[in-house]
């Protein structure tokens, strides 16, 4: 992968593994798998993360649960087909991935950036209390021709200014990866709780193309 293809969509995690690692897929012979990592919030809420990392990185046999790890990566999206639909399935994808020794010295981190484009209208609404929100999808380019669809929510002033981006238009995103859970209704008689994946932004530009 080209350095420009990885500067567009940068993560880094520091937080604690609370789940096995589970069987993804193989790509030439190298197994991926995924994790969950809880990151803590400053207001004492909790974010679950799914990481997939390669058995190259870490011995996905031993059981790590407990243990504070460092994760650098990226972003990534892919389409999972289900109930006759495609549902966007999103994960980190480390690229480092190492046990700290000790993890009273490290604060727990998140950190997102990206660099993409707006692939759909954005959504922008208000809270029955007034606080303002926008949603956006944004694509960031991978190699190969392929591309992370990445959900991002903005809030007050950055809600407001991303509310009038066009599809099309070229923006820096800098924030947190957030999980969120809501009710996914199956039927007239059958809901399922889901956890849904998304940048919080803490920063957004709008690039103009030369």
């Not at 190259?56 to 990534?76: H, K, P, S, T, W």
């Not at 692939?119 to 956006?136: M, N, V």
């Amino acid at each position: 992968m080209s350095d420009k293809m990885f500067e567009n969509n940068q993560v880094v995690i520091v937080g604690e593994i609370v789940s096995d690692f589970q069987f993804s897929h193989e790509v030439y012979g190298e197994g991926f798998y995924t994790t969950m990592v809880s990151v803590n919030r400053l207001s004492n809420f909790v974010d679950y993360i799914p990481v997939m990392v390669s058995e190259r990185l870490v011995n996905v046999n031993e059981d790590c649960q407990g243990m504070y790890v460092y994760i650098a990566g990226q972003f990534r999206s892919f389409n999972r087909h289900e109930e006759r639909k495609n549902r966007l399935v999103l994960s980190v994808f480390a690229r480092e991935f190492a046990f700290l020794e000790n993890p009273q010295e490290e604060e727990d981190k998140n950190q997102i950036f990206l660099d993409g484009y707006i692939c759909k209208d954005s959504i922008y609404r208000k809270t029955p209390l007034g606080r303002e929100i926008a949603d956006l999808l944004v694509a960031v380019n991978r190699s190969y021709g392929k591309s992370d669809y990445i959900p991002c929510i903005c809030w007050g002033r950055n809600a407001r200014y991303a509310s009038s981006f066009q599809v099309g238009d070229h923006v820096q995103i800098w924030g947190r990866i957030q999980s969120r859970e809501y009710i996914k209704k199956l039927n007239d008689v059958e809901t399922e709780k889901r956890v849904a994946y998304e940048v919080s932004v803490s920063k957004i530009e709008y690039l103009e193309e030369p």
